[in-house]
C-alpha cells in the first residue's frame, strides 16, 4: 500500500484508494485534458474535486502540491524509481501520462517532437486566448465598456482556428492518429462554441475541418466520460 502522508494536500482531500493516482480536478478545458487522458488509457486513479467556485485551490493544503493555485493535478504513488511524484501543468501531466502508459504519443522522435509542438500550441496560445475571449463575452469582462479587449481577442481565437483548419487539412486528428495533441485541443474547442458562447462570434460554422474533429472526438466514449470527470457539484 503506497503511502502518500508526505503530501499535505491528502489531508483535507483523503485518498480511498492509495495504490491509485490520485487526480484533483474539476471538469473545465483545462481539467479534463487529465480526465480525458486517464480514461483514455486505463490508468487506475481516484478523482477530487477540487471547487474552483469555492476557491479550493487556494488552500494550504492544494498549494502545497500546486504554488500556482489551477488544476488539475496529480499524485502518482508509483512515479520513477516506484516513488510517489506529484505533478501539475495540464500538458506535463499529459506527457507524462503518455510516457507511463505507452500510449497517444509516438515512440518515433520525430512523430513525438511534432506531437508535443501541438500540445505546446494549445498551452500557449489556444488555451490562454479563448479563455480570455470568454472572459470578455460572457463573464465580468462583458461589462467592460470599452468592446476593443473583447474585438481582441475574437480576431485572435479566429486566427487560431484558422492554424487548426489548416493543420487538420486531410487528417482526422491534428497528427495521423489521435493522441495527446487532440486531448489537450478538444475540451478547450469545446468550451470556446457552447459555454463561452461565442460559436457566432469565431465564425465557427463557416469551417469545415474543426468542427468534423470536434465531432469525432466529443463521440469517443473515454472522451464522453472524461468531460464529467469530477463532476461539478
Excluded: C
Excluded at 157 to 172: A, C, F, I, N, W
Excluded at 183 to 197: P, Q
Excluded at 214 to 231: D, H, Y
Amino acid at each position: 500500500m503506497a503511502d502518500l502522508s508526505d503530501f499535505p494536500i491528502t489531508r483535507r482531500w483523503p485518498a480511498q484508494h492509495p495504490d491509485r493516482i490520485q487526480l484533483y480536478s474539476l471538469n473545465t478545458p483545462n481539467g479534463v485534458k487529465a480526465s480525458i487522458m486517464l480514461e483514455e488509457t486505463g490508468l487506475p486513479y481516484e478523482p477530487h474535486l477540487i471547487d474552483i467556485g469555492q476557491n479550493e485551490t487556494w488552500t494550504e493544503d492544494y498549494l502545497s502540491l500546486n504554488p500556482n493555485g489551477k488544476i488539475p493535478a496529480i499524485i502518482d504513488p508509483d512515479g520513477p524509481g516506484g516513488k510517489p511524484l506529484g505533478l501539475f501543468e495540464s500538458g506535463a501531466i499529459l506527457l507524462y501520462l503518455a510516457e507511463k502508459s505507452g500510449q497517444y504519443l509516438s515512440a518515433d522522435p520525430a512523430r513525438r517532437w511534432q506531437t508535443i509542438q501541438w500540445v505546446f500550441f494549445q498551452m500557449a496560445a489556444i488555451g490562454p486566448m479563448f479563455g480570455q475571449l470568454g472572459f470578455f463575452n460572457r463573464f465580468a469582462g462583458k461589462e467592460i465598456e470599452d468592446k476593443r479587449p473583447l474585438q481582441r481577442y475574437v480576431a485572435e481565437s479566429k486566427r487560431l482556428l484558422g492554424v487548426l483548419e489548416g493543420r487538420l487539412e486531410g487528417r482526422d486528428w491534428i497528427m495521423d492518429d489521435y493522441s495527446i495533441a487532440d486531448i489537450a485541443t478538444l475540451g478547450w474547442v469545446r468550451n470556446l462554441v457552447t459555454f463561452y458562447e461565442a460559436r457566432d462570434l469565431v465564425d465557427f460554422d463557416a469551417l469545415k475541418n474543426v468542427p468534423a474533429w470536434l465531432e469525432r472526438g466529443l463521440a469517443r466514449p473515454a472522451v464522453q466520460r472524461g468531460l464529467e470527470i469530477p463532476k461539478r457539484p
